[in-house]
């Protein structure tokens, strides 16, 4: 029976091999936090069932750290405390544009057409504004938003005719979960305490006194609520 035992465990050994080695690194991570936060809540639960509540008590909280429920405390969490150079990525059809987590300076790239791969930084403003002519609605959005935070005030010195509006552009289908985490920047397999610490940074940096943007205000709370709907 022992020898029947120890077989089995090896085709085991030899199939979870097999998997891992193959696997996407980042998936199989995710599918071992998860897996280890269901299994101690459930240790936990039991442990609790019998009485042991000071076993149970710290089981069940490593449980909630690894399902992301709560903070993990240092030592525990250290991939979920802030990552210095964190930044968001928004793309349209012809801009692409980056928020820095920490010091809020956006910036960005022409994706298509006579400037494709120019800086935004090294386009001086005439240029811009004639570009906004021809951008289709989302990407002139973006564009708008990058403007408002390199020379505030420079829709007082465009005409109607120029394309500058305010508001938020439509969207071409739904939001994809890849596209929600580059706009929250964020890794796969992100918890929903570090969807939600995301989501305040950068709303903090998107406040309208900070030259914020109501489009992007608008494409962060959308990639949280992405995000989140796999937690609920």
């Not at 690194?25 to 509540?53: D, K, M, N």
Request: proline share 5%; no cysteine; net charge neutral.
């Amino acid at each position: 029976m022992t020898l029947i035992f120890g077989i089995g465990a090896l085709i085991l050994l030899l199939v979870a091999a097999r998997f891992y080695s193959n696997a996407n690194p980042q998936q199989v991570a995710y599918a071992l936090r998860t897996g280890g936060g269901i299994a101690s809540l459930g240790i936990a639960a039991y442990l609790t069932a019998t009485g042991r509540f000071y076993a149970a008590i710290p089981l069940g909280y490593f449980g909630a750290t690894l399902l992301g429920w709560i903070p993990s405390p240092v030592g525990l969490g250290a991939r979920m405390r802030k990552t210095p150079g964190q930044v968001s990525r928004v793309r349209s059809r012809f801009v692409e544009m980056e928020l820095d987590h920490d010091s809020g300076d956006m910036r960005g790239r022409i994706l298509e057409g006579q400037y494709e791969n120019v800086p935004l930084d090294a386009l001086d403003r005439p240029t811009l504004l004639a570009l906004l002519k021809d951008f289709d609605a989302e990407s002139r959005s973006l564009l708008e938003a990058y403007l408002d935070r390199r020379e505030p005030g420079w829709r007082e010195d465009v005409d109607e005719n120029t394309g500058a509006r305010q508001g938020e552009a439509p969207r071409v289908g739904p939001m994809t979960q890849e596209e929600a985490l580059q706009i929250l920047g964020l890794e796969p397999g992100a918890g929903a305490f570090e969807i939600r610490r995301a989501h305040r940074t950068l709303m903090k940096k998107l406040h309208p006194d900070q030259g914020g943007s109501t489009y992007l205000a608008a494409r962060v709370n959308e990639a949280k609520e992405v995000l989140l709907r796999r937690h609920n």
